[in-house]
């Protein structure tokens, strides 16, 4: 699966978790480990030591992540997170949950960022179990793109 880099818009990112299923404990905020990448244009995604997104410039930027997960038990929620940080500190996070037997949860949110802005994701699951995040670009990813 091959990105295509959006025309007029020099900054996307998309980056996904590769194989070997990340576990996250119940009811404990997870990092998620964002270890591959289809597509960095401007090289702002960290996916060996932080996995997280900076932008280069200021600009509004249209973000979308989904977490997915192997075998959801009935019952199952989860909560993902897309985490803005300024120096380190929490400045907003953009969240959605879903419940019932679903395997994917998705956030999609527009921000305005300055250059050195940090973005993170973050997933939050209360099943009564530790869960695996399903890996492969299509079930758990974070993409992109500065829209103006």
């Known amino acids: 699966m091959e990105a295509r880099r959006p025309k007029g818009f020099p900054s996307y990112f998309y980056a996904y978790q590769t194989g070997g299923g990340q576990l996250v404990p119940n009811n404990v905020l997870t990092k998620v480990t964002l270890d591959g990448e289809l597509e960095d244009s401007l090289a702002e995604f960290d996916s060996v030591v932080n996995y997280r997104f900076s932008p ?8 979308n992540a989904q977490v997915g997960f192997l075998h959801p038990a009935v019952g199952f929620s989860a909560l993902v997170e897309i985490i803005s940080a300024i120096d380190g500190v929490l400045v907003e996070s953009t969240s959605y949950v879903v419940t019932a037997n679903w395997s994917r949860t998705q956030a999609t949110t527009m921000r305005r960022l300055d250059a050195g802005d940090t973005l993170d994701l973050w997933v939050l699951q209360v099943s009564g179990a530790p869960r695996v995040i399903a890996t492969l670009p299509r079930r758990t990813f974070f993409q992109g793109q500065r829209v103006r």
């Open 56 to 63: 280069r410039r200021l600009g509004i930027y249209l973000l």
